[in-house]
Structures are given as C-alpha cells and as structure tokens.
C-alpha cells in the first residue's frame, strides 16, 4: 500500500512530469498558465514548486516578478544581491527575488529590528504585517521611519533601508504565505507523482470524475488526448465489461484504461445497471437485440437511444464487425409492431445459431407468417434491403465516436506517415521547443473556434483555431488574420487537408492547406 505522504521528494519522473508542463489533473498547475510556466522555470524542489504557485497569480505576473524570477531561475539573468549578507540570505531561496510574506516580516526582524527585545520585535513585525495585509498607508508610514532608523542603528545606510522598504511596499500587492505555498506545493508534487508513477490508475480516475466539469465533453477529450499523446492506452468501451465508470483493463504491455459506458451519450446509470446484470447472457449481437426488444423474457429493457449510442461508440464492435449493418437492422426492429417484434424475438431466442442472418431470416418469415397483407410487402423488402457487407468508412466510424463519445479511436489515416513528415504527437512533444519549426500533416479538422484579434496590427480581425487529428491524436493549431482570411473557404470540420505548419515557440500555426483527396 503505498503511503502518500512517505513518497521521495527526488522522483525524477515526477519532476520531468512538471518541467515538462503535463500537469492536467495536477493540483493547482492543470491550468494553461499552470502548465506553461511550469515548464519555463521549470521547477526541481518543493521550495522551487512553491515558488511556481505563488508567482502564477495576476499580481505577481502583472508586477513582471515572474519573468524576472523565471530569467534568474534560468541563468539568463543574475540573482539580485545586495552584498549584504542578512539581506542576501533571506532572498537566497527565491534567487533574490522578495515573494513570500515570510520574506518581508524577516526584513523586519532581521535587519530592521535585530537589536530589539524579543516581545518588542515581535510586535513591530507583526505591525509590519498587518501594515501591509490591511494596506493601511498611515501605520505603514510610521513604520517605514522606524524600519529606516532601525536599519540605520544596525549598520545599514539610509539609502539602503529606503530601497529595502520600498520593496517591503511593492511585495506587499503581491506576496504569498511561505507556509501555505509550501502545503500546496506538497499537494501538486503529489498528484504529479501519483500521474508520473501511476498513470494508468490516475488517468482513470482523473476521467471518471471529469463529468463534473463545467465543458464535460471537451474535458475528456482533452485528458484522453494527452494521455495517447505520453503513450498511456486508452481504449473505446466495451459493453462486456459492464463499466459505469473509466477502469483498468489487462497486464503489461496489454494495459489500457477502457472508457466508462456511463460517460457515451445517451447513456443512463439505468442503462449500465441493466447492461450489468445481463452481462452473463450478452454473447453476440442477437442477445443484444433481445435484450431491447423481448418484452416477455427481459423486463429490463435499454432505451432505443442508448443502444444507438453504444452501437455507434464501438462498444458494440465485439459482437459484429460493422457498426451501419447493426444500426441498421436495429432501425428494421424498431419499424416492427408490438405483434411482430414478439414474433421475432420468439424465432431469433429458438434459433441453435445466433448471428445476423438469423435476425433478417426472422423478419422475412414474419412478413411472410405474421404480417397483414398492407405490412407484408414493406417488412419483407425492408428485411430484403439489409446488406451485411461492411461499408462504413473510417471517416464515418470517428465522427459517431466524437459524437457519442467526444473523441475519437478510429484510425483515420491507413498509414501513421502519409504524404507528411510530423504528426499531432509531434506536435505537442515539441510545442514549447518549436520556434524555426516546420512541417508538413495529413489531418482531418475536427473543430474550427473563431476568434477575433485583441491585439497587434489590425485588432479585431477573424482568426480562429483548429483542432486537427490523425492517427497519433488530435492537436490545436493557431490559424491568424491572413491565413485564415485565405483558407477560410475551403476549411470545413470533418474534412481530410495536408497542411503546412510552423513553430512559433509558443505553439504552432497553420501556413498552408489543401484538401487531401
């Protein structure tokens, strides 16, 4: 049983995790603010993780501590010292930038009123703080006089004293309790830890309870997407198993986390209990369709949306290879009356076979035994029509997914490299490292979302991005002003393009587009 809080603070998984910016699902840096400065400064302690959570926030990003503790943090600039040792040593954790209160309250007791009694000290830190919590400017301004003699009575010049407080005053809009950094700094270590060292049971869980989000349906499509995209399984549902929820499935190299069935559209917690304690019975499709039609022998019955539903999901796929042939008969069933579907259910539950054909075999011997003379005629040629090649096409099978499921697992491409030279997983492998980048995709656009420009030469302009899949995955490129201006009238969700793409170093954007026949 493995002990949370007994887990190695030197996990090097777990800080590659963070560096990298994979932290959906990880306390406090799931966001894209979270990810893309997690992986700028990228953090190798929980003092430097802490550091991370504190500065994310609007103050501190606006005030450009941030970038600056970013730039020190990567040697890009020096830490800020004083030549002072006291004052150097307090900022030496946050490489010379002043972020937390802590920080502050020291300047005070440390450096300002070292030579106090104790009790004495600690009220005028305490003072300090409340000054600078509460904002009040007329104590701050009696303190600052106190903090400027004090420093000046310990060897400081009044020079440096002033500087000093006016960080004190700067800091004050924007520093965070060490302490409290520390505890949520601890609590994103861990559940990076728990995703780095467990993925499986995480990306399980993380997508069991992410019908709790606001954007349901986009959440899961995004958790899915990044975990194909770090080579985590996922796979489409299953009826046998019988899952409400998101679980586990297989041993090594066969693991993989199985979509929950409660999670396919249309589909009921109800529907699950049902699918649940008939389970044993489910062999082929002529057992499902019972299982919705035969009022006599199974009270328990799906709704006609649900069985939809998980046909066109895949969840289906073990009892029949084509998704249209089990839609279809199913429809041919739901045209029958109450009389006929009786009958049916009666010859396909005698039949020693179960397969397709005893189903249209079925139908035909109705129209022929049971049907009155108007309905003999269309039951028969209905019955008649139902091919059972399998025609569907790739493109048909992934859009039912993404409808039913909100992603797609149908390969959309018949080889991984097709006319192009990266793919989506490419893509986000590099997308922070991808400045002076290009490529050539073979994709198909799920989703186009229209922006307008808030800033640069011609504010207001249409932009927009596109969410594009192939076999690897699915990605979100930038299509700006001119390219978009350009392109417009041929990009259509749902189609197939080879497009061009280049990297800007803070993501990728669409240069070229044709429709790929």
């Known amino acids: 049983m493995l002990d949370i809080n007994k887990i190695s603070l030197k996990n090097q998984k777990t800080w590659d995790l963070i560096q990298k910016g994979h932290t959906s699902g990880v306390f406090q840096l799931e966001s894209e603010l979270g990810k893309q400065w997690a992986s700028k400064i990228k953090p190798r302690n929980i003092t430097e993780l802490s550091a991370v959570l504190s500065l994310i926030r609007p103050a501190c990003l606006e005030s450009g501590m941030t970038d600056q503790y970013c730039r020190i943090k990567n040697n890009q600039e020096p830490p800020f010292k004083f030549n002072d040792e006291a004052i150097d040593k307090i900022l ?3 490489n010379g930038v002043l972020i937390f209160q802590e920080q502050l309250m020291k300047f005070g007791g440390e450096i300002a009123w070292v030579d106090m009694e104790r009790l004495e000290r ?3 830190v305490d003072k300090l703080r409340k000054g600078i919590g509460k ?6 301004a009696d303190l600052k006089r106190k903090f400027i003699d004090g420093c000046v009575r310990n060897g400081r010049t009044e020079e440096l004293a002033i500087k000093l407080f006016t960080m004190i005053e700067n800091a004050g809009r924007y520093a965070f309790n060490d302490a409290h950094a520390k505890k949520y700094a601890m609590i994103s270590y861990q559940t990076a830890y728990l995703k780095a060292n467990f993925p499986y049971e995480f990306y399980s869980v993380y997508l069991s309870y992410s019908r709790a989000r606001q954007k349901a349906k986009e959440e899961i499509r995004n958790i899915v997407n990044e975990a194909r995209m770090l080579g985590i399984k996922i796979s489409a549902p299953k009826v046998s198993l019988a899952n409400k929820e998101f679980m586990i499935s297989g041993e090594g190299k066969d693991t ?7 999670h396919i559209k249309q589909v009921s917690t109800k529907d699950v209990l049902v699918l649940k304690e008939n389970i044993d019975s489910l062999g082929n499709f002529c057992d499902f369709i019972l299982l919705h039609f035969d009022k006599e022998r199974l009270p328990s019955r799906l709704r006609s949306l649900c069985v939809e539903s998980l046909i066109s999901s895949g969840a289906c796929d073990s009892m029949y290879e084509s998704r249209s042939v089990m839609l279809e008969i199913f ?3 739901k045209g029958l009356t109450p009389r006929e579907l009786k009958f049916v259910c009666q010859e396909i539950f005698e039949s020693e076979e179960k397969n397709m054909t005893v189903i249209i075999e079925a139908i035909i011997k109705c129209s022929r035994d049971l049907c009155t003379k108007g309905r003999k005629e269309l039951v028969m040629s209905e019955a008649k029509s139902i091919d059972l090649k399998d025609r569907e096409t790739d493109s048909w099978r992934s859009s039912r997914e993404r409808d039913s ?6 390969k959309i491409f018949d080889e991984d490299k097709k006319d192009h030279n990266i793919t989506c997983k490419d893509c986000f492998r590099f997308q922070k490292d991808n400045r002076g980048q290009s490529g050539k995709m073979a994709v198909s656009v799920n989703e186009i979302i229209p922006l307008v420009t808030k800033k640069g030469k011609n504010p207001g302009s249409e932009m927009c991005q596109i969410i594009v899949s192939d076999n690897s995955g699915s990605f979100k490129i930038a299509c700006f002003p001119d390219k978009y201006k350009k392109f417009k009238p041929i990009l259509n969700e749902g189609e197939k393009y080879i497009i061009n793409v280049q990297g800007t170093g803070f993501g990728w954007c669409l240069e070229n587009a044709k429709v790929l026949k």
């Not at 904002?135 to 701050?140: E, H, Q, S, V």
């Not at 993989?256 to 409660?262: C, D, E, H, I, K």
């Not at 499921?405 to 149908?410: E, H, I, K, P, R």
């Open 331 to 333: 429809n041919v069933l």
């Open 256 to 262: 993989r986390v199985y979509f929950g069935l409660s």
């Open 405 to 410: 499921l909100g992603v797609a697992f149908t």
């Open 135 to 140: 904002k009040d400017l007329k104590l701050l």
């Open 122 to 124: 600690l009220v005028m």
């Open 92 to 94: 030496g954790p946050t």
